[in-house]
């Protein structure tokens, strides 16, 4: 069962670092975590991988078909990548023992994406189906302000799709926001998805409009599972600009 008026708390500021490093999900999510470091690097023959800037053991491990994902990948190379599966460092060797066929990786990922997507400069709806709950600027005690986007009360585990195709720029734990991602889009807008229960992408990663980017959720301040949408100038907390005037703008909603 789920609210149909799941809400947001405001955010409350955070530390650089916090923004770096990922919080264990008491929803149990599975994540796409950034790595730590800046050095270039590549993918290498004979079974091994060199961890590059954007990389996560759970993107290596469903790029390469790693049968038993992540955790078998990070299993196989413990001593490598260290006792935290969650930073592994720029320039890392792995093993990738087990891997299946890479044709059969391409076809899961074009399973993932859906059958009709948006026309260039379109715009698809976050989520499909669901309640429109708290809109832009609705005020009350849930928000240290007006609230700053559009609130999707949906049923944890939802499908939730990039609006419009672009760059991830954040991907992890947003304080307040729960598990969170913020697209840049080519038009210099931003979007966010809050209160994840899993994601699927890693900062850095490009994503096209409908592609799946993870699954909503109630994790952060909330009063309820929902999905919290948000349109921003910058890709920052206090830019956002009313979210359903931009989808509508840009063919999502009539």
């Known amino acids: ?51 590059a800037p954007g990389d996560s053991l759970s993107k290596i491990a469903a790029k390469h078909g790693v049968e038993g994902g992540w955790s078998k990948l990070y299993a196989s190379n413990r001593a490598a990548v260290g006792g935290n599966p969650d930073l592994i460092k720029v320039g890392t060797k792995l093993k990738l023992s087990g891997t299946a066929a890479k044709p059969k990786q391409r076809a899961a990922r074009s399973a993932e994406r859906p059958a009709v997507r948006a026309a260039a400069g379109d715009a698809v709806r976050p989520v499909s189906g669901g309640t429109l709950t708290a809109g832009f600027g609705a005020g009350g005690s849930h928000w240290a302000r007006a609230h700053t986007g559009q609130d999707f009360a949906v049923p944890v585990g939802t499908a939730v799709r990039a609006a419009r195709g672009g760059t991830v720029v954040k991907a992890g734990w947003g304080g307040a926001y729960g598990y969170e991602v913020v697209i840049r889009h080519h038009s210099g807008s931003y979007t966010q998805y809050a209160h994840l229960s899993q994601i699927r992408v890693a900062e850095g990663s490009s994503v096209d409009a409908g592609e799946r980017i993870g699954r909503s959720g109630a994790t952060g301040n909330v009063t309820g599972p929902h999905l919290h949408f948000e349109v921003r100038a910058t890709p920052n907390y206090g830019s956002a600009v009313d979210p359903m005037a931009w989808l509508r703008r840009h063919g999502a909603f009539d």
């Open 1 to 51: 069962m789920f609210s149909p008026t799941g809400r947001h708390r405001a955010p409350r500021r955070r530390s650089g670092a916090g923004r770096l490093l990922t919080r264990a999900s008491t929803a149990a999510a599975t994540l796409a975590l950034p790595v730590v470091g800046a050095s270039v690097a590549s993918a290498a023959d004979g079974g091994t991988y060199t961890v």
